[in-house]
């Protein structure tokens, strides 16, 4: 009887090679900035190449996935997320611009991590297991878990041997997928649907809900990223904390509450109410987004990127910038500009 034991560890290393290439590069945005002189809006560009090379991948992989094979594209997600990992610590060094060799790399492992949004489901799906909803939800949490072992890893081995030594960390991370390559390359898999027998993607185009269902993902993934990516940053810069706590308390805090949801559902699910809980959690996501987006706190860290020859900040009560200002105005900001206006 085929071994599925080692298919199912071959996805859940799947999902933390996804979780590393995700990860890893957010927790170097300030180093990228300081170290190569990279604009911020150069910085978001990185993030941008990544999740579009993956919608890319994504309806690549709806087209020709079956015709090329499961096992080969899963096998090629592992190469090359592996040297996408080796070509960031290497090609910022060896091309002119290190922006493009970033680029380059994240583009590379992307590709990868693409591949195996799209095959690792599937493939855990077709095996025989019991109890499919939990063993699919577990699955899933692998990302978080991932995504918590790579912030907390790579934030103690920043802590004990610095950032600067953050490319050896980078080809550590790449032993990960290279090692997976030997377990999806040898473990049995097997196909949800016959050939020729899946849904069209013409037909799934036709389908008004597939483009409802495209806006929400879009939507909701814009939100995720730019709370998960860039809070590590921002507690840095803005917040004025350690590189380890805001790792910690930004990112990984946020990878643990999201795996901890997914684990309950896994084990809790049919017992719950699905639309019941998918609205409260929507309900909870906007609360945090409105709260962190108007919060006065985001908008008075952004004065920390101020690269200009002046700086004026209009504020009613003091702020710790206050210091920096040359020009100080402290009354109530639509009474200024209105004053301006007239």
Not at 46 to 52: A, E, G, L, P, Q
């Amino acid at each position: 009887m085929p071994n599925y034991q080692k298919t199912k560890r071959a996805c859940y290393m799947g999902f933390i090679t996804q979780a590393i290439a995700a990860n890893f590069a957010p927790l170097l945005f300030l180093k990228f900035h300081t170290d190569y002189h990279i604009s911020l809006g150069n910085i978001a560009l990185i993030s941008t190449c990544f999740f579009f090379t993956q919608l890319l991948v994504d309806l690549f992989c709806a087209r020709f996935v079956d015709k090329i094979g499961y096992r080969v594209c899963i096998v090629t997600s592992e190469i090359s997320s592996a040297l996408g990992l080796v070509g960031l610590a290497f090609l910022p060094e060896l091309l002119p611009d290190p922006f493009m060799g970033i680029i380059i790399s994240v583009i590379v492992y992307a590709v990868g991590s693409g591949l195996i949004e799209v095959l690792c489901s599937p493939i855990m799906e077709a095996c025989p297991f019991e109890n499919k909803e939990a063993t699919m939800s577990l699955l899933h949490s692998f990302y978080c878990w991932g995504s918590v072992g790579t912030i907390a890893v790579s934030t103690l081995f920043f802590a004990v041997f610095g950032m600067d030594s953050w490319k050896w960390l980078a080809v550590l991370w790449a032993i990960v997928p290279a090692v997976n390559v030997y377990n999806f390359a040898t473990c049995p898999i097997e196909h949800l649907v016959d050939e020729g027998e899946g849904m069209k993607i013409r037909e799934l185009f036709r389908k008004p809900v597939f483009w409802i269902a495209v806006c929400l993902m879009v939507c909701s993934g814009a939100s995720e990223l730019s709370m998960s990516q860039w809070a590590s940053a921002y507690a840095e810069a803005a917040l004025g904390l350690s590189k380890t706590i805001g790792d910690l308390a930004g990112p990984c805090m946020f990878a643990i509450t999201m795996g901890i949801s997914r684990v309950i559902f896994g084990k809790y699910g049919d017992k719950m109410d699905l639309m019941k809980f998918m609205a409260g959690s929507g309900i909870l996501c906007v609360f945090c987004y409105l709260l962190a987006s108007l919060s006065s706190n985001p908008a008075a860290g952004l004065i920390d990127y101020f690269r200009g020859e002046h700086l004026v900040v209009i504020n009613k009560s003091p702020t710790p910038r206050d210091r920096y200002a040359d020009l100080l105005i402290q009354e109530p900001i639509g009474q200024v500009f209105a004053q301006i206006h007239c």
